[in-house]
């Protein structure tokens, strides 16, 4: 089975009404690929906004979630609140998230869930820190990071899930991993979820790529037969995302 290309954007906490209109107006006039997936994540309070102006074949995502439909969690928002105000998709797991932020891989794990149960796809972010992969257990963090999901969801679910393997040195460093290295994680990934979860979901869950991705770096890492997108965070707030979006042309 051919697995569609997919491209997120993570605007992280970037943005503001002004920048927003601008640009979705350049994306909405650029010409795209009909067959390749593109998801924009937005912070929670440009969501509505966001999937007002964006072009109709893309899709929004929020950045997080919490666990509960609704209730005393002040601050906190909701998988059934994101797909209210128009999101189909939410990103789970970044770096920034496990790492600032303190969630763990059981937490993550249960967002998963609950997001799907709500109804939203999910871009589930995993990957090594640099000393991690300088002491040679890159997979066995990736692997850690994903027991917990594999060990929350049912196999069917794996169908509303996109991996992204974002090695932590590489996001928002400018040091992009090659296409070699993002190609063998890729492959370590695919027989993981093989031996952990069945060959179907190994051979039909997408895999992206997430880390210092431009639109000059994207094309060679396209071509890697178990990199099935990116995930991209700097460039996907300026009209170059256009490029990424078209990298595999
Ligand atoms: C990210 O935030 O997920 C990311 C990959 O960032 P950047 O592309 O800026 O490295």
């Given at each position: 089975m051919a697995r569609t290309f997919w491209v997120g954007g993570n605007w992280k906490m970037n943005g503001s009404v002004a920048a927003?209109?601008?640009?979705?107006?350049?994306?909405?006039?650029?010409?795209?690929?009909?067959?390749?997936?593109?998801?924009?994540?937005?912070?929670?309070?440009?969501?509505?906004?966001?999937?007002?102006?964006?072009?109709?074949?893309?899709?929004?995502?929020?950045?997080n979630c919490y666990v509960k439909a609704s209730g005393a969690?002040?601050?906190?928002?909701?998988?059934?609140?994101?797909?209210?105000?128009?999101?189909?998709?939410?990103?789970?797991?970044?770096?920034?998230?496990?790492?600032?932020?303190?969630?763990?891989?059981?937490?993550?794990?249960?967002?998963?869930?609950?997001?799907?149960?709500?109804?939203?796809?999910?871009?589930l972010c995993v990957g090594e820190l640099l000393e991690e992969r300088e002491a040679g257990v890159t997979q066995a963090v990736v692997n850690r990071q994903l027991d917990a999901v594999v060990k929350a969801v049912k196999e069917e679910d794996w169908a509303n899930i996109v991996i992204a393997y974002e090695p932590v040195w590489a996001i928002g460093t400018g040091k992009v991993a090659t296409p070699d290295q993002a190609q063998e994680v890729h492959a370590a990934i695919r027989e993981y979820l093989k031996s952990a979860v069945s060959a179907k979901v190994a051979e039909e869950t997408r895999i992206a790529y997430g880390g210092s991705v431009n639109a000059k770096n994207c094309k060679d890492a396209a071509q890697k037969p178990d990199v099935d997108g990116f995930l991209v965070g700097g460039a996907s707030l300026k009209p170059e995302f256009l490029d990424i979006v078209n990298a595999t042309n």
């Open positions: 927003i209109k601008d640009l979705t107006a350049q994306f909405n006039a650029g010409s795209v690929p009909s067959d390749v997936e593109v998801v924009i994540g937005a912070p929670y309070v440009y969501v509505p906004l966001l999937a007002d102006s964006l072009r109709k074949d893309w899709a929004v995502a929020g950045e969690f002040t601050g906190e928002i909701s998988p059934e609140m994101l797909k209210d105000v128009g999101a189909k998709w939410v990103i789970l797991g970044h770096s920034e998230r496990r790492s600032i932020l303190k969630e763990s891989d059981e937490f993550i794990a249960e967002k998963v869930v609950k997001a799907i149960e709500a109804g939203l796809k999910v871009a």
